[in-house]
């Protein structure tokens, strides 16, 4: 069993910054890749960032060059810094990884952009 719990959210003017924090329970957590998704009103759940067990990355082009994704491996955590916000960034956020064929989800962070 894996729980993935997020923290980290808030309410932030446009342009400033939040990271957002997943911390995973279970011993699977160096050899899995992770993401994060985000949900906003009215609207389909997207993929936001990924990485991989080795590092590696990637965006959705809505974020990129303003968002970082990274990873813990001996915090069993996964990071989303997000800077240069903006009020389109407005949603639920949340960590998600996958073990066949399980999916697993967090419980999801509110973060909201005021212009």
């Known amino acids: 069993q894996v729980q993935l719990v997020e923290s980290g959210g808030g309410l932030v003017q446009a342009g400033g910054s939040l990271r957002l924090s997943c911390a995973a329970s279970?011993?699977?957590?160096?050899?899995?890749?992770m993401s994060w998704y985000r949900q906003a009103p009215g609207k389909q759940r997207e993929l936001v960032a990924a990485i991989t067990s080795g590092g590696s990355r990637n965006y959705a082009d809505s974020v990129k060059g303003r968002f970082t994704i990274s990873r813990d491996n001996a915090k069993n955590t996964v990071y989303l810094q997000m800077s240069s916000l903006k009020p389109e960034d407005t949603a639920v956020y949340y960590c998600?990884?996958?073990?066949?064929?399980?999916?697993?989800w967090g419980q999801g962070t509110q973060v909201t952009v005021s212009s």
């Open positions: 998600y990884t996958r073990i066949p064929p399980y999916d697993y």
């Open positions: 279970g011993s699977i957590f160096s050899i899995n890749a």
